[in-house]
């Protein structure tokens, strides 16, 4: 077995090619595209290079054939108990010695950089893309969801990871049963003048960006740190979604036009970008514009859920989903939602989830790995 770090061009295009060769007979395969892994190891791009170490690799067998590859890196921001290292992008043959050979391979690199554990497979980035290994439900992955084929939980805990915390993914159908405590307090809400439902407006995005701004703050930021959203960035991320908002599936609610609480998904992106092979220059990116256009997008993605403190345990989220509901199964070809995972760890965020009437369907988990193997393993403490 060879190791063969990723410098030139043909071995960052081999390492973008290797999975669709892998996956080649999975229906489920969706392949990310090229330009959002590359940015990942720009280092123009990627801000966490300017704290971090990245490197790339590929692993040849006897006959210089690629059996495997990976990413590891280190990220002085990611703190944990003990200095941790990661791997991701982490792709190979249903070989245990091969998968071996890279996990020690991984090791050694973080061991020379003063780490003593590494976790995988995760981003040299945010939580949000590329994090996690699925252990359950093996459907089509979301746009920025890792997917890989089932062996990879064997691979990984024959070698001696375990498991970190679990990512839930929550999904429930459109055209499902609502719980009837939600139509029983959207009727009570429906009663009261002051309050109203509204869907947001591509050409109102200066508007729902103020009332983001100030929900999210106000529902989420304690949980955040104390970190707030800033209007600005909010907007720029809005102009950024803007030609895939969906007018009819993201829904904020007013008292007498102030805001109090929202409901914001957007399209699943991969439905559309699986018919791209992972390319997006030019043709591609027409090819998108037409293929949003006739093909039916039959998933839409949670993103952020929230309301603001005085009218949490109201009732105003079970008034804002059925007015919601009702308009997007009238005006939509939706039939399924699905929630950004939620990590394990977060028992108010898995409440939040299990009461809109919501189903687990995909796990994934994030394995972590201790050097010292006599060190007692300890999971993600609980929020």
């Known amino acids: 077995m060879n190791a063969v770090k990723v410098t030139n061009d043909a071995e960052k295009r081999e390492f973008l090619e290797f999975p669709p060769r892998l996956y080649k007979n999975d229906k489920n395969y969706i392949r990310p595209l090229n330009k959002d892994i590359q940015d990942v190891f720009d280092k123009k791009k990627n801000k966490f290079f300017k704290t971090g170490e990245c490197e790339r690799f590929l692993f ?7 059996v495997g590859k990976v990413a590891v890196f280190v990220n002085k921001k990611y703190k944990q108990e003990q200095p941790t290292g990661g791997i ?5 043959i249903n070989d245990q010695e091969t998968a071996n050979f890279i996990f020690d391979f991984c090791k050694n690199w973080l061991q020379e950089r003063g780490m003593e554990a590494m976790d995988g497979s995760i981003n040299f980035g945010e939580r949000d893309k590329f994090w996690g290994i699925v252990t359950d439900g093996f459907d089509e992955p979301l746009y920025g969801m890792n997917y890989n084929l089932p ?3 064997d691979l990984f805990e024959n070698y001696g990871f375990q498991i970190y915390f679990n990512q839930l993914c ?19 809400h429906a009663k009261n003048p002051a309050i109203s439902a509204k869907p947001m407006k591509k050409n109102q995005l200066e508007k729902f960006a103020k009332d983001f701004t100030e929900v999210y703050n106000k529902a989420w930021a304690e949980h955040g740190g104390g970190k707030e959203m800033e209007y600005a960035k909010t907007l720029k991320m809005f102009k950024a979604m803007k030609p895939v908002i969906n007018e009819h599936i993201s829904w904020f609610v007013y008292e007498n036009e102030k805001p109090i609480a929202m409901w914001m998904n957007i399209p699943d992106l991969n439905q559309w970008f699986k018919y791209l092979r992972g390319k997006f220059g030019i043709w591609e990116k027409l090819k998108f514009l037409w293929v949003k256009k006739v093909r039916k997008n039959t998933k839409m993605v949670g993103i952020v859920f929230g309301v603001v403190p005085e009218w ?25 939602t699905e929630l950004q995972w939620i990590g394990d760890f977060n028992p108010k965020m898995m409440k939040i989830a299990e009461s809109l009437d919501t189903t687990v369907t995909r796990k994934l988990a994030t394995y972590r790995y201790l ?6 393993f300890e999971r993600h403490r609980t929020l």
């Not at 050097?371 to 007692?376: A, C, L």
């Open 60 to 66: 040849k067998n006897i006959q210089n054939k690629t």
């Open 88 to 92: 991701g992008f982490f792709d190979c």
């Open 371 to 376: 050097f010292d193997r006599n060190k007692p």
């Open 170 to 188: 929550y999904s429930r159908p459109v055209h499902g049963d609502v719980s009837r405590v939600f139509t029983v307090m959207h009727a009570k």
């Open 312 to 336: 949490q345990r109201t009732g105003i989220d079970g008034y804002m989903i059925w007015e919601g509901t009702k308009h997007l199964r009238k005006h939509t070809d939706f039939e399924v």
């Open 151 to 153: 062996y990879y939980k």
